[in-house]
Nanobody, 116 residues
Framework: QAQLVESGGGSVQPGGSLKLSCTTS????????LYWYRQPQGKERELVAS???????NYSDSAKGRFTISRDNVKSTMYLQMNSLKPEDTAVYYC??????????WGQGTQVTVSS
């Protein structure tokens, strides 16, 4: 059974950093494309960053230059290093592992709050 668990969220002041982790089990991790999404309160979920099964990365405009996505196929874990955090980065962050339309799995989310 596929399971994704996010960790590393919390509260931080503007300009601070956090590193999110998404630990997976029950999937052939190395085959999956991986995504970080976020959902601010009262708003729609949006894509933040992605890393393909071959290591290609992509970022939203708001994440470019501040966030770094990475994956460790040995540990079956994905990361999101977030630097220079802003209040507008406040959201619940979700990880997603996607192989096909019927093999797409989500974590439960982790709250990130950026506030002074």
């Amino acid at each position: 059974q596929a399971q994704l668990v996010e960790s590393g969220g919390g509260s931080v002041q503007p300009g601070g950093s956090l590193k999110l982790s998404c630990t997976t089990s029950g999937i052939s991790f190395e085959l999956y494309h991986l995504y970080w999404y976020r959902q601010p309160q009262g708003k729609e979920r949006e894509l933040v960053a992605s890393v393909t099964n071959s290591g290609g990365v992509n970022y939203s405009d708001s994440a470019k230059g501040r966030f770094t996505i990475s994956r460790d196929n040995v540990k079956s874990t994905m990361y999101l290093q977030m630097n220079s955090l802003k209040p507008e980065d406040t959201a619940v962050y979700y990880c997603n592992a996607w192989l096909t339309h019927d093999r797409s799995y989500w974590g439960q989310g982790t709250q990130v709050t950026v506030s002074s």
